[in-house]
């Protein structure tokens, strides 16, 4: 629910204000540990080359090719579509401008 909320509020909030509010919760980022290489730096983190990723991400897609789940967005499983509306209405008044073409290239995903 404060996911969603969050969402809304973004969704109706000006640009100014989220690049504001963003700023703010950037600006409590910090890095307190000093490595002297990449290398020791990379020994002491967990990431996309942890253990156990890759099978994760291998069970979370066999579930939703064998129907198990409609989807999944980071391992996460969905039981049904999320449609994100302020999206999908741009993506379509884009198609409706150029005699309903739409190209659309979708870079990322976890494979």
Not at 15 to 29: E, F, H, L, N, Y
Not at 48 to 66: D, F, M, R
Not at 93 to 108: K, P, Q, S
């Amino acid at each position: 629910m404060k996911q969603k909320f969050k969402t809304l509020a973004y969704d109706w909030l000006s640009p100014t204000i989220v690049r504001q509010i963003r700023r703010r919760r950037s600006a409590d980022i910090r890095f307190e540990e000093e490595y002297a290489t990449w290398q020791d730096a990379t020994e002491n983190c967990t990431g996309y080359v942890a253990v156990g990723i890759l099978e994760k991400v291998l069970e979370a897609t066999l579930k939703v090719k064998n129907g198990e789940a409609v989807y999944e967005c980071d391992l996460v499983l969905f039981d049904h579509i999320e449609f994100y509306w302020p999206v999908l209405s741009g993506l379509m008044w884009v198609a409706a401008r150029n005699n309903g073409r739409l190209n659309v290239l979708d870079y990322g995903g976890s494979l």
